[in-house]
């Protein structure tokens, strides 16, 4: 194992409305507890937040601050106690939805990660299409599973997320997001097979993995997208193509095909865009003379009534309160680092999935190289060229990576993937998806595959050598005031004189 140096690049956000700047000598992150590994970053996937946050002013608790929300790299150190999981020289996607703890922060060399926040890659997922999942798949995820009730045990051995949480005290479970993990949804409302969801903004990541993953459960889905930006991609997508596309250009024109498709059947919708469009998607669950009814008191407290629908949020709730017929949800994100019982799940369910095809990663739409590449990324998204995909950042030059180590009496792959046997990645427009097959229920039965039946490949020996990122819209930037000082003082802080301590912002 390459030796660890005690100092490292990072890249800096010194004030709101600012580009990162590149920073030497800061210190190499620590390790804290046995359940804690460093990582050496390879690859960087930018999200919009990134860009988003520092433009507008939210989402930034210090200053200076690291950003980044997930990445790709190598176990580079443990605890030598660790029965961790995870092994040195393993390859991980790390996914940081913790962005308080600078130490997990993306935007550096080394990172610090909870091995039940880290999922291994597998051979025939490349690490640049790796590094397009993270928090996306994290806040799809929890928006079935636990917004929705889906019980995805069933694809794969996946987590029954509710039944998960209801097991756990629910003093352990954060205060803010203890009634939507535990009260969000009735028992006899949870999302089956056949039920219909509408997806709004169905062109974003977070999205697309939500389509996947709702189909694999058997749902049905609509996606509600500027059909003269992705209509012909997704009509024609083998993985997204859903069962009903519709175009938002006009909202009350896609509300009336939403009600005369589906009509009374839906129950469920997902909003990734904003609270515009969330608002959109009430009038398409409420009954049309429940849309201009008012309100009731907000804590009023539900009856053994009628059926409920439901509307998750992914970046904003309608202003108005529901109608009384819909329950409005907002994706616990952090029961995803606080909770390491329902991180353990989401991941080690992401290894299978990659593993055996069931899933497939975003487009990769754009590679940049370094650091200084981060802000010739993200001023790429800011200007709109990024859509439908992910944008990548490199830390090295194509072709220096070491080589995942495999264990030849291990089978390989369930399915085969167009990214795999080490075929070189184009540099730009890269697709991952697009070669990958339609699953339904019934291939998946066709397939054989069954609760828990999927084998995964084994992690090799520690290499020689380790060469050298909320939804991705859904990280708020509000702290309970008695949480706020203790997470401050477990930041760890720069060498470098240079660089001022950080400071919380007024």
């Not at 390879?42 to 990445?71: C, M, Q, V």
């Not at 865009?273 to 309100?295: C, F, H, T």
């Not at 309608?318 to 353990?344: C, L, R, S, W």
């Not at 369930?414 to 019934?442: H, I, K, N, W, Y």
């Given at each position: 194992m390459a030796e660890i140096p005690e100092t490292q690049t990072v890249l800096i956000l010194h004030a709101a409305k600012q580009p990162y700047e590149t920073a030497e000598g800061y210190q190499v992150p620590e390790i804290q507890d046995e359940r804690e590994v460093l990582v050496k970053t390879e690859h960087i996937g930018l999200n919009p937040i990134d860009w988003k946050a520092p433009d507008f002013n939210f989402a930034i608790p210090t200053l200076p601050y690291i950003s980044g929300r997930e990445l790709v790299g190598r176990v580079v150190r443990r605890q030598q106690s660790s029965q961790s999981r995870l092994r040195d020289g393993d390859r991980v996607l790390v996914i940081s939805t913790d962005y308080r703890d600078l130490r997990k922060a993306a935007y550096q060399q080394y990172v610090v990660t909870s091995d039940f926040n880290a999922a291994r890659i597998p051979p025939n997922?490349?690490?640049?299409?790796?590094?397009?999942?993270?928090?996306?798949?994290?806040?799809a995820v929890l928006s079935l599973g636990v917004c929705m009730g889906i019980d995805f045990s069933g694809v794969l051995g996946g987590p029954d997320l509710l039944r998960l949480l209801r097991e756990i005290p629910a003093e352990s479970l954060p205060q803010d997001i203890r009634a939507e993990?535990?009260?969000?949804?009735?028992?006899?409302?949870?999302?089956?097979?056949?039920?219909?969801?509408?997806?709004?903004?169905?062109?974003?990541t977070s999205a697309n993995l939500a389509v996947q993953l709702a189909r694999l459960a058997g749902l049905k889905v609509v996606t509600v997208v500027d059909k003269l930006r992705h209509g012909l991609r997704l009509s024609n997508h083998t993985v997204l193509r859903p069962d009903l596309l519709v175009d938002s250009h006009d909202p009350l024109r896609a509300i009336d095909i939403i009600r005369a498709n589906v009509g009374k059947n839906l129950r469920f919708a997902l909003d990734t865009s904003?609270?515009?469009?969330?608002?959109?998607?009430?009038?398409a669950l409420a009954p049309a003379q429940d849309a201009g009814a008012p309100p009731s008191?907000?804590?009023?407290?539900?009856?053994?009534?009628?059926?409920?629908?439901?509307?998750?949020?992914?970046?904003?709730?309608?202003?108005?309160?529901?109608?009384?017929?819909?329950?409005?949800?907002?994706?616990?994100?952090?029961?995803?680092?606080?909770?390491?019982?329902?991180?353990?799940?989401?991941?080690?369910?992401?290894?299978?999935?990659?593993?055996?095809?069931?899933?497939?990663?975003?487009?990769?739409?754009?590679?940049?190289?370094?650091?200084?590449?981060?802000?010739?990324?993200?001023?790429?998204?800011?200007?709109?060229?990024?859509?439908?995909?992910?944008?990548?950042v490199s830390l090295e030059p194509e072709g220096t990576e070491q080589a995942v180590t495999r264990d030849p009496s291990v089978a390989p792959a369930l399915v085969d993937s167009p990214m795999a046997g080490g075929v070189e990645e184009p540099q730009r427009s890269e697709s991952s998806v697009a070669s990958s097959p339609e699953f339904t229920s019934q291939k998946?039965?066709?397939t054989g595959l069954r609760r828990g039946s999927a084998t995964l490949?084994?992690?090799?020996?520690?290499?020689?050598?380790?060469?050298?990122?909320?939804?991705?819209?859904?990280?708020?930037?509000?702290?309970?005031?008695?949480?706020?000082?203790?997470?401050?003082?477990?930041?760890?802080?720069?060498?470098?004189?240079?660089?001022?301590?950080?400071?919380?912002?007024?």
């Amino acid at each position: 194992m390459a030796e660890i140096p005690e100092t490292q690049t990072v890249l800096i956000l010194h004030a709101a409305k600012q580009p990162y700047e590149t920073a030497e000598g800061y210190q190499v992150p620590e390790i804290q507890d046995e359940r804690e590994v460093l990582v050496k970053t390879e690859h960087i996937g930018l999200n919009p937040i990134d860009w988003k946050a520092p433009d507008f002013n939210f989402a930034i608790p210090t200053l200076p601050y690291i950003s980044g929300r997930e990445l790709v790299g190598r176990v580079v150190r443990r605890q030598q106690s660790s029965q961790s999981r995870l092994r040195d020289g393993d390859r991980v996607l790390v996914i940081s939805t913790d962005y308080r703890d600078l130490r997990k922060a993306a935007y550096q060399q080394y990172v610090v990660t909870s091995d039940f926040n880290a999922a291994r890659i597998p051979p025939n997922v490349s690490p640049r299409a790796g590094a397009t999942l993270g928090v996306a798949f994290v806040a799809a995820v929890l928006s079935l599973g636990v917004c929705m009730g889906i019980d995805f045990s069933g694809v794969l051995g996946g987590p029954d997320l509710l039944r998960l949480l209801r097991e756990i005290p629910a003093e352990s479970l954060p205060q803010d997001i203890r009634a939507e993990c535990l009260s969000g949804i009735r028992d006899h409302e949870r999302a089956v097979a056949g039920d219909w969801v509408v997806i709004w903004g169905g062109s974003s990541t977070s999205a697309n993995l939500a389509v996947q993953l709702a189909r694999l459960a058997g749902l049905k889905v609509v996606t509600v997208v500027d059909k003269l930006r992705h209509g012909l991609r997704l009509s024609n997508h083998t993985v997204l193509r859903p069962d009903l596309l519709v175009d938002s250009h006009d909202p009350l024109r896609a509300i009336d095909i939403i009600r005369a498709n589906v009509g009374k059947n839906l129950r469920f919708a997902l909003d990734t865009s904003g609270r515009e469009s969330a608002g959109w998607l009430l009038r398409a669950l409420a009954p049309a003379q429940d849309a201009g009814a008012p309100p009731s008191p907000p804590d009023t407290p539900r009856n053994s009534s009628p059926t409920l629908k439901h509307l998750i949020g992914l970046t904003g709730l309608p202003k108005e309160q529901a109608p009384e017929a819909v329950a409005y949800h907002t994706v616990p994100i952090k029961v995803f680092h606080e909770v390491p019982a329902v991180g353990e799940a989401l991941v080690t369910w992401l290894e299978r999935l990659l593993e055996s095809g069931l899933v497939s990663p975003p487009e990769l739409l754009g590679v940049e190289e370094g650091f200084d590449g981060i802000n010739r990324g993200l001023d790429r998204m800011r200007r709109g060229e990024i859509r439908g995909g992910r944008m990548v950042v490199s830390l090295e030059p194509e072709g220096t990576e070491q080589a995942v180590t495999r264990d030849p009496s291990v089978a390989p792959a369930l399915v085969d993937s167009p990214m795999a046997g080490g075929v070189e990645e184009p540099q730009r427009s890269e697709s991952s998806v697009a070669s990958s097959p339609e699953f339904t229920s019934q291939k998946l039965a066709d397939t054989g595959l069954r609760r828990g039946s999927a084998t995964l490949w084994q992690g090799g020996p520690a290499v020689s050598s380790v060469p050298r990122s909320v939804p991705d819209e859904q990280l708020s930037s509000e702290e309970p005031a008695s949480n706020a000082k203790e997470r401050r003082n477990s930041l760890w802080q720069p060498k470098s004189a240079a660089i001022v301590a950080e400071k919380p912002l007024s």
